[in-house]
């Protein structure tokens, strides 16, 4: 089974740009599709994108089309979240996860243990 390491996060003011890499470990990781979920403070944790196995599928909440963008690097075991025009209330911990297609947690299968991203006002 696949294990899941996230990297990337930190803190970024309003407006900033910040990509996070989410390194998988095994010869499985090309077979998964893949997600990031986040989770602020006092809130339960909510979908922000979703990658197929081949990268060539795409899906994103509303609240971050337009502004995030996700990809995978199937040759390095790897998928990374582009945030660009960040907004304070994309302050969370960014979890990436494995087995899934779409906003529903319970579809994936592996999870990693999170990288926080804080935006400055």
């Known amino acids: 089974q696949v294990q899941l390491v996230e990297s990337g996060g930190g803190l970024v003011e309003a407006g900033g740009s910040l990509r996070l890499s989410c390194a998988g470990s095994?010869?499985?990781?090309?077979?998964?599709?893949m997600g990031w979920f986040r989770q602020a403070p006092g809130k339960k944790r909510e979908f922000v994108a979703a990658?197929?196995?081949?990268?060539?599928?795409?899906l994103y909440a509303d609240s971050v089309k337009g502004r995030f963008t996700i990809s995978r690097d199937n040759a390095a075991s790897t998928m990374y979240l582009q945030m660009n025009s960040l907004k304070p209330e994309d302050t969370a911990v960014y979890y990436c996860a494995a087995g899934g297609m779409g906003p529903i947690e319970q579809d994936y299968d592996v999870w990693g243990q999170g990288t926080q991203v804080t935006v400055s006002s």
């Open positions: 990658i197929s196995w081949g990268g060539r599928r795409t």
């Open positions: 095994g010869r499985t990781f090309s077979t998964y599709a």
